[in-house]
């Protein structure tokens, strides 16, 4: 008999499903941060994370390249998946 999930569980699929985009670079990007980012950040940059996946492909790639200067609301995150990432 397994167990339900749990909300975080729930919220973490959900989010792993946002974060598969369009763009390969963008996955590679996105999941290894869900993966070992996410469980550390406040809700603030949960929130800001989200509405980072608001944004269209080519801009968010932008933003997490250094292409394009984050929004200062974004800039946190961006920095976190940017470290992440390194």
Do not use: N, Q, Y
Request: glycine residues 4%; hydrophobic residues 50%.
């Amino acid at each position: 008999m397994s167990h339900p999930d749990t909300a975080a569980d729930s919220e973490l699929a959900r989010l792993r499903w946002r974060c598969r985009r369009g763009m390969l670079e963008l996955d590679l990007l996105l999941l290894p941060f869900v993966e070992r980012g996410w469980a550390g950040l406040d809700p603030t940059a949960k929130e800001a994370f989200w509405r980072l996946l608001d944004l269209p492909d080519p801009t968010l790639l932008e933003l997490l390249l250094g292409l394009a200067p984050p929004p200062d609301p974004l800039s946190d995150v961006v920095a976190a998946i940017r470290a992440t990432a390194a």
